[in-house]
């Protein structure tokens, strides 16, 4: 079945939301892009006599990301025209729209709850042929979709993007128990001929494949750096170019990501798994939390293992 997907809707303005938004502009899907509604007011717009009634300050998060994408390098467009395609706002006011799209994609934090309360939100304007897909690390379909009912679910599928969207080719696919096989196989042939992805379908279990294994190498190396007093530079080094792989082989990778969104996509193994050596593996690492804590999160917030000039 081919899917028409005239229009999206992403939820989450982050990282990853704004940057999908651009992917499907890149190939001619306009789209929603909602965040939330910040509960207070900033520096700039105190003194602009902004309140919080204004949609210059209830659209702040998704304006915002719209506005840094075209400065972010390598840019997530092809071309920077193509950010017209993508309308802001945010999910108080807006989600009534996503009654008018084909394809919601949900890219908020990596927490269950948050996700939980998103798609019951989200249910309230479903209708029959609204695809509904989560772009989570990890975290498990089924357990994302409890409390929906059958038809949603049936609608609703992982479509789990990596970073940057518009580089990197592997798009995994993940259906829930409950997941219409025809919305799989439409989604497939959908991201490959119009998206440009490599789809690979990959069961519901925490990480699904690729960051069961990426998280694990990630962490591995932490824990050697650390073991083994290495610096930054010496494991970037050792794990870049040197070996055949991108210049943000490893911690570059971090930065990229996202620290706090890492710590999420390793705890979703952390606490799902009874097998002690995995245990070991996925524990949460001392130096991420340190990181996380100083609020040192990556280049999102200027600093990670890298500062941001
Ligand atoms: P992020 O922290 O950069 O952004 C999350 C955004 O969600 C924020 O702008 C936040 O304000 C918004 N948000 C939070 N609650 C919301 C709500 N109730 N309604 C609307 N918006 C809300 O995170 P990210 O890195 O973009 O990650 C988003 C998702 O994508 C996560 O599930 C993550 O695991 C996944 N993911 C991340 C990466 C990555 O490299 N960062 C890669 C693949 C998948």
């Known amino acids: 079945m081919a899917l028409k997907i005239r229009k999206a809707a992403v939820i989450g303005s982050g990282v990853m ?6 992917h499907l502009a890149n190939a001619g899907v306009p789209s929603l892009l909602l965040d939330i509604v910040p509960d207070s007011l900033a520096a700039g717009e105190e003194a602009k006599g902004l309140t919080l009634a204004d949609s210059a300050v209830r659209n702040r998060l998704a304006l915002g990301a719209l506005a840094r994408l075209p400065s ?4 997530p467009f092809y071309d920077d025209a193509f950010a017209s ?3 802001p706002g945010n999910i108080d006011d ?18 269950l709850s948050v996700k939980r309360d998103v798609l019951e939100r989200i249910e309230r304007y479903w209708r029959t042929g609204l695809i509904v897909s989560s772009n989570t690390s990890g975290i498990s379909i089924r357990e994302m979709a409890e409390g929906r009912s059958e038809a949603f679910k049936a609608h609703f599928l992982g479509t789990h993007f990596f970073n940057p969207p518009r580089y990197m080719k592997l798009l995994e696919l993940i259906p829930g128990q409950q997941t219409d096989p025809a919305i799989v196989s439409g ?4 991201a490959e001929r119009i998206l440009g992805k490599g789809v690979v379908v990959a069961k519901d279990t925490p990480n699904f494949v ?5 998280t694990y190498g990630l962490l591995a190396t932490l824990q050697a750096m650390e073991a083994g007093g290495f610096t930054v530079e010496e494991v970037d080094a050792v794990t870049g170019p ?10 570059r990778t971090l930065d990229l990501v996202g620290i706090d969104t890492f710590l999420h996509v390793a705890n979703n193994v952390f606490e799902k798994t009874d097998d002690p050596a995995e245990k070991a593996a996925f524990a949460p690492s001392k130096l991420l ?9 990556g280049e999102k917030a200027c600093a990670g293992f890298y500062k941001k000039v």
């Open 242 to 251: 040197a070996i055949g792989r991108p210049k943000s082989a490893t911690l």
């Open 187 to 190: 989604m497939a042939e959908f």
């Open 72 to 75: 972010v390098h390598p840019s």
């Open 85 to 87: 395609l993508i309308e």
């Open 94 to 111: 807006d989600l009534h729209r996503i009654r008018k799209v084909d394809w919601v994609i949900e890219a908020v934090v990596e927490k």
């Open 289 to 297: 939390r340190e990181l996380a804590s100083r609020g040192w999160i």
């Open 210 to 214: 690729a960051n069961r294994i990426g």
């Open 17 to 22: 939301g704004a940057s999908i938004a651009a």
